[in-house]
């Protein structure tokens, strides 16, 4: 239980990163705190009225809105649990209670067990089928998507390497795309250089998308070179790289803050400016495939 409870904290502290800056998010948490498995546990065993609330099953249609300070149950609302939650908005209280409901309904208030269940389940040749094996029933839980839950997970999952060694394996498997992700491989000719040109969305994980263009570079990159603790294939670092190298509050170097995609690129110091299509003395499709699969610093 102590785990679960831990975990269910964990989840919820990065559920509230999601749709805004890191260090807002964090400033928001630290002077308002966040949803916690205790206080719910605690909430729910008063069988609250709302007929939402008895199982992860029903809860569902809630829309909470903490701004208008309704709900589509207002006979319930005045004594609904939900409110007491100071979270950053009415999205995050629904994602709270549904993912508590989850794991108490749906794991039986076990979620690490649940997991060895579903990854038992798979067995262990498929590392995406693995991950769809977790991702697959959780994707239901209010207000989190593919992206958010891939990204939590893979924490988790590579959290205890030394005991768990199979869910390191699968949770460093794991590719999160977001848009500076993809507006990264878009800006940089990366997309157009293997034909792959999408929106980002849910093409991103498709065939030929941005992950599958992010597993063939981290094959071709050995990870060891960086920390011989490191597994020889490793894609979740190299996405996280990619993002700590755009993320405004990160290393902020390729991003819409700093880069007009209507204008060729003028940061000469960035590691991959020799082969980046917005240099102005842009390199052809074939050149740029071949220098961004070999090319170690565009990873780091």
């Given at each position: 239980?102590?785990?679960?409870?831990?975990?269910?904290?964990?989840?919820?502290?990065?559920?509230?990163?999601?749709?805004?800056?890191?260090?807002?998010?964090?400033?928001?948490?630290?002077?308002?705190?966040?949803?916690t498995?205790?206080?719910?546990?605690?909430?729910?065993?008063?069988?609250?009225?709302c007929?939402?609330?008895?199982?992860y099953?029903?809860?569902?249609?809630?829309?909470?809105?903490?701004?208008?300070?309704?709900?589509?149950q207002?006979?319930h609302?005045?004594?609904?649990?939900?409110?007491?939650?100071?979270?950053?908005?009415g999205?995050?209280?629904?994602?709270?209670?549904?993912?508590?409901?989850?794991?108490?309904d749906?794991?039986?208030?076990d979620?690490?067990g649940?997991?060895?269940?579903?990854?038992?389940?798979?067995?262990?040749?498929?590392?995406r089928?693995?991950?769809?094996?977790?991702?697959?029933?959780?994707?239901?839980?209010?207000?989190?998507?593919?992206?958010?839950?891939?990204?939590?997970?893979s924490?988790?999952?590579?959290?205890d390497?030394?005991?768990?060694?199979?869910?390191?394996?699968?949770?460093?498997?794991?590719?999160?795309?977001?848009?500076?992700?993809h507006?990264?491989?878009?800006?940089?000719?990366?997309?157009?250089?293997?034909e792959?040109?999408?929106?980002?969305?849910?093409?991103?994980?498709?065939?030929?998308?941005?992950?599958?263009?992010l597993?063939?570079?981290?094959?071709c990159?050995?990870?060891?070179?960086?920390?011989?603790?490191?597994?020889?294939?490793?894609?979740?670092?190299?996405?996280?790289?990619?993002?700590?190298?755009?993320?405004?509050?990160?290393?902020?170097?390729?991003?819409a803050?700093?880069?007009?995609?209507?204008?060729y690129?003028?940061?000469?110091?960035?590691?991959?400016y020799?082969?980046?299509?917005?240099?102005?003395?842009?390199?052809?499709?074939?050149?740029?495939?071949?220098?961004?699969?070999?090319?170690?610093?565009?990873?780091?």
């Amino acid at each position: 239980m102590n785990s679960t409870a831990g975990l269910f904290d964990w989840m919820m502290d990065s559920f509230s990163f999601q749709g805004i800056s890191d260090n807002v998010a964090y400033s928001f948490i630290e002077s308002n705190g966040n949803a916690t498995w205790r206080k719910i546990k605690s909430q729910l065993a008063a069988q609250p009225t709302c007929p939402l609330l008895p199982s992860y099953w029903t809860f569902e249609g809630c829309r909470y809105d903490k701004t208008s300070k309704s709900c589509s149950q207002p006979n319930h609302l005045a004594s609904c649990p939900l409110p007491s939650h100071p979270l950053r908005n009415g999205r995050l209280n629904q994602t709270a209670f549904s993912l508590y409901l989850f794991i108490r309904d749906q794991t039986k208030s076990d979620l690490v067990g649940w997991i060895d269940e579903r990854l038992e389940e798979t067995g262990t040749a498929d590392c995406r089928a693995s991950q769809e094996a977790l991702i697959g029933p959780m994707r239901h839980i209010f207000g989190v998507s593919d992206k958010v839950l891939a990204m939590s997970l893979s924490t988790v999952l590579m959290a205890d390497r030394a005991n768990r060694p199979r869910w390191f394996d699968i949770g460093s498997q794991m590719i999160v795309v977001d848009t500076l992700v993809h507006n990264f491989l878009k800006r940089t000719g990366i997309l157009a250089a293997f034909e792959a040109a999408h929106v980002y969305g849910p093409k991103c994980y498709q065939h030929g998308g941005c992950s599958e263009i992010l597993r063939r570079a981290a094959e071709c990159i050995d990870a060891r070179a960086f920390n011989n603790g490191f597994p020889q294939n490793f894609p979740r670092l190299i996405q996280h790289a990619l993002w700590r190298y755009c993320a405004a509050d990160e290393l902020d170097i390729c991003n819409a803050n700093n880069t007009n995609d209507t204008q060729y690129c003028t940061n000469n110091t960035c590691d991959i400016y020799s082969i980046c299509r917005r240099n102005s003395n842009n390199i052809s499709k074939s050149q740029a495939r071949q220098s961004i699969l070999v090319r170690r610093k565009v990873l780091i």
